[in-house]
């Protein structure tokens, strides 16, 4: 069955500190992976797609289908990026999301 | 504003009692659906339509149902309500669902069933 995974919980990190989110997936397809944020009090929203080929917000996210992995990065984490992740596998018309991570970003 | 408004924001209800939650999007998209949220689990899809008429399954779908009648709008429909239905419950809809088309979602409905 297709599905997303996200180990961390809740991920904490200092200001200007390298963040990477990590999720996997099981899909015997060809995937088309997304990452979505919900900060505070806004309403779930897309960050980047595996086909972005830009950084957005500072975000790059690589898909290796080897490893079936589509890890968010950013070299500099921001107070501003703290909010829900989530990872999301698109199949056929159907999505499915992991659990997300919380990431928290200390002053 | 572009965007999807969802009805009523927040609902407490008694298992059993037939309940309504709309959606409506104002972006003329093809593709909308709903999801329910519950900790730990993320967002697993519950039903989702393609176009007017056109609703099929996601992955939980027991104990709901959906109607598309219009483009513009897509209920969900709890029958019978049960208390495994509390869940915060988000709609979204989208162009298709290309990879170039994003999911655009309401601000989410909590539903607590007693």
């Not at chain 1, 990477?20 to 060809?30: A, I, R, T, V």
């Amino acid at each position: 069955a297709q599905r997303v995974t996200q180990p961390e919980k809740l991920l904490s990190v200092f200001k200007g500190a390298p963040v990477e989110l990590k999720c996997n997936y099981s899909y015997s397809g060809s995937p088309e992976l997304f990452w979505y944020v919900q900060y505070s009090r806004q309403r779930l929203q897309l960050l980047l797609r595996h086909i972005s080929r830009e950084s957005i917000k500072g975000f790059t996210a690589d898909l290796n289908k080897g490893e079936t992995s589509f890890h968010l990065k950013k070299p500099f984490a921001q107070e501003e990026d703290s909010a829900m992740y989530y990872c999301a596998l698109r199949y056929g018309q159907n999505f499915v999301f992991g659990p997300g991570t919380r990431l928290s970003v200390l002053p | 504003e572009a965007q999807v408004t969802q009805n009523p924001r927040y609902l407490i209800t008694v298992t059993g009692k037939k309940l309504t939650v709309t959606c409506s999007q104002n972006m003329n998209h093809e593709y909308m659906s709903w999801y329910r949220q519950d900790p730990g689990l993320g967002l697993r899809q519950i039903y989702y339509s393609m176009n007017v008429e056109v609703t099929d399954k996601g992955d939980v779908p027991e104990g709901y149902k959906v109607s598309r009648k219009e483009k513009r709008n897509f209920p969900l429909i709890l029958e019978s309500p049960s208390p495994n239905q509390t869940s915060l419950y988000f709609c979204a809809s989208s162009l298709g669902t290309s990879i170039y088309n994003e999911q655009f979602f309401g601000p989410g409905t909590r539903l607590t069933v007693l």
